[in-house]
């Protein structure tokens, strides 16, 4: 605990020196300092490592890390699986898509959220029955332990991974322009608190940090779009005719536009969107978290709620940053807006910036403060989430089932997941940095790709399906996690617009290979599971009854330890 | 424990668990999935429809259908949510008692 409290006050103290010595070399495209964004930053900051401490007395067991000691509710799940959810680029990236073009970001919107039915009517519940901490013990249920933990591990890891990256460069960039801080101290201030509440607080304090995140940014979202509704007299049409009058694509903001560059790709795209978020695993690890199979299935159904309300909100804001921001010279880079005559191109810092211009044009100064305060808690707790996730899949899948062959001691399993936070963290800094001016948009499509291909196929076959074997699983899942990576890399969006071959060089033309790597995923589960005559497949098939029953029921379920 | 299951199985309360939840789980997964993709396939094979204005207005047809898809994703998990707390649970609390053993 000592270490703890000379940690927050090294924390505390190093916060405003910061901000100092970004004022030094301020300039080029960062902001001015932004003092009530920093005010306002340092209370979230403060309050959140209160609650770390607060957790961290109440974390002893492997159960109180891992899941919270099943001790959080239905509700308070919900606004936490939100909370991991709903990140800064579904903020800022689909608020800016829409600044840019309009009905397209909606696209985006319904996709991000037709995942979560599914989730309701298959996995919650089975999920919440079967296992304890990790999806891998749902899918390692009834097959060969070492095998599946290894297959699940990668594929955790590697999403983790990818989705972990892209939001660290998204954070520097974020900050740097929010803030006025430096790149660099952005991504280690990331890195350092989301180590702080992993390490200290386990799931316990990410939970609360998510649930705090989540009721700031749906508050602050309501505002905005509430505040833009007002202008228009509460009339939508009117927010569209005047959006539609002064951007540079006039009407066609209104229907889908060149974001979807095949057919192929739209449902390509849609299909990791979908099945993408059934495979994540920072969110699926979330429904271990509540006491039983009901509180589960409630929680997945406010946070579904609560995160299509969300969108309809980001929606509203995107239109409303189109009048508002693009039409205020103050919000233009005044060289941009010379050359195109577009407000819309000429947006300071991006479209991604469109969100908290838009906080600025209707709440003045100090909501911009509170806007930005929150789309840093955002990076905060999905970060948190995600080291967490990364964590516990090394800790409990590889170090406590595969090496430790599941006798693993419980205090050397926190440990082991202590320490992965710290290297995960580590790892996380370094790479945020060295892909600064990387494009890493395509990152969290791969993160979800691969859950979609990889994850996703293992688990709903190994709840659904009896003829499911440990070979299949095994085989089929490498085939969707390798062609997913493949089909990625070869894309244009890495191999041209990244890796700076020739255009209409890449291989494959689809942007997201969900189309082949699922269908290449469950080809290969079906395929290598029915020719698996081995003793190990007789066994795998055997366990099929036993474990349908426990799914339906929760008779013999990891029950709620805080109590 | 292989008997307690054979019982369980054989038990009519886990047997109408299974085929209510089940049929309910794929129907309404099955409704999702087509009202998504035929969202999906009007973006990519037919955006013109979706850019069909409402009467004078600028607003179009796709607004309210891509606002309903999201609408449409909280009311199916409000349905399924409802059924299974006002049913299966009861359903399981009993064969929870009967298979004690």
């Known amino acids: 605990m000592k270490k703890l409290s000379l940690f927050l006050a090294i924390l505390f103290a190093s916060v405003p020196t910061l901000a100092l010595a970004a004022g030094v070399v301020e300039g080029g495209s960062k902001q001015a300092i932004n003092w009530s964004a920093i005010g306002m930053f340092v209370g979230f900051v403060g309050l959140t490592l209160v609650i770390t401490y607060w957790a961290a007395k109440r974390t002893a067991s492997a159960a109180d890390f891992y899941s919270a000691g099943g001790g959080i509710t239905g509700f308070q799940n919900g606004l936490a699986i939100a909370g991991d959810y709903m990140s800064a680029a579904s903020f800022l990236g689909i608020s800016g898509l829409v600044y840019t073009s309009g009905y397209d970001g909606l696209i985006y919107s319904v996709g991000w959220l037709v995942g979560w039915p599914i989730v309701t009517f298959l996995i919650a519940e089975q999920l919440r029955n079967l296992g304890k901490f990790t999806f891998a013990d749902v899918t390692s249920f009834r097959l060969g332990q070492t095998d599946i933990r290894i297959l699940a591990a990668c594929g955790s890891l590697v999403t983790v991974a990818f989705y972990l990256i892209a939001q660290m460069v998204g954070a520097g960039k974020l900050i740097q322009l929010l803030f006025g801080l430096d790149y660099w101290i952005a991504v280690v201030l990331v890195g350092g608190l989301m180590m702080v509440y992993v390490t200290f607080g386990g799931m316990k304090a990410t939970t609360w940090v998510q649930i705090i995140k989540a009721v700031l940014l749906l508050s602050g979202a309501t505002f905005m779009a509430g505040a833009v509704l007002y202008k228009f007299g509460f009339s939508p049409e009117a927010l569209f005719a005047k959006a539609t009058d002064v951007h540079p694509k006039k009407l066609a903001i209104m229907e889908p536009g060149s974001l979807i560059s095949n057919p192929l790709s739209a449902i390509s795209l849609g299909l990791a969107l979908m099945f993408g978020t059934a495979g994540l695993p920072h969110i699926l690890m979330r429904f271990f978290t509540v006491k039983d199979a009901q509180a589960a299935r409630k929680s997945v159904f406010y946070a579904t709620g609560l995160i299509g309300y969300f969108y309809i909100l980001t929606f509203i804001i995107g239109f409303g940053a189109i009048t508002l921001v693009s039409t205020d010279a103050t919000f233009m880079d005044g060289s941009i807006l010379e050359k195109t005559r577009s407000g819309i191109a000429a947006i300071k810092g991006g479209s991604n910036m469109a969100a908290i211009h838009l906080a600025n044009a209707v709440g003045g100064n100090l909501f911009l403060g509170f806007i930005s305060a929150v789309a840093f808690a955002t990076i905060l707790a999905v970060v948190s989430g995600l080291a967490l996730a990364g964590a516990s899949s090394i800790s409990h899948d590889l170090y406590g089932m595969v090496i430790k062959g599941g006798n693993a001691n419980e205090h050397d399993e926190i440990r082991v997941s202590k320490i992965a936070t710290l290297v995960l963290g580590v790892l996380a800094i370094f790479l945020g940095i060295v892909f600064e001016n990387q494009n890493v948009a395509f990152m969290v499509g791969l993160a979800f790709a691969i859950a979609a291909s990889c994850n996703f196929p293992v688990l709903v076959m190994s709840i659904f399906w009896r003829g499911l074997t440990t070979r299949g699983a095994l085989i089929g899942g490498f085939m969707g996690l390798i062609s997913a990576v493949v089909g990625v890399v070869l894309s244009p969006a890495v191999w041209e617009a990244t890796l700076g071959f020739a255009k209409g060089s890449a291989l494959i033309k689809l942007d997201n290979p969900a189309l082949f790597s699922m269908a290449l995923a469950f080809a290969g589960i079906w395929l290598f599971s029915i020719l698996d005559r081995s003793k190990r497949g007789v066994i795998d098939r055997g366990g099929f009854d036993a474990q349908y029953i426990r799914s339906q029921t929760g008779i013999g379920a990891a029950s709620a330890t805080t109590h | ?101």
């Not at chain 2, 979706?50 to 796709?62: A, E, K």
């Not at chain 2, 607004?63 to 349905?79: D, E, K, Q, R």
């Open chain 2, 1 to 101: 424990m292989s008997n307690d299951l054979a019982g369980i199985e054989r038990d009519p309360n886990y047997q109408e668990l299974v085929r209510r939840r089940s049929s309910l789980g794929w129907m309404l997964s099955l409704i999702m999935l087509v009202v998504y993709f035929g969202f999906i396939l009007l973006v990519a094979y037919a955006p013109r429809i979706l850019g069909t204005p409402l009467g004078s207005g600028v607003t179009t047809i796709g607004i309210p259908i891509g606002l309903s898809v999201i609408v449409l994703a909280f009311v199916l998990t409000g349905v399924y949510v409802r059924q299974a707390n006002s049913s299966y649970d009861g359903l399981i609390r009993k064969i929870v008692e009967e298979n004690r053993s």
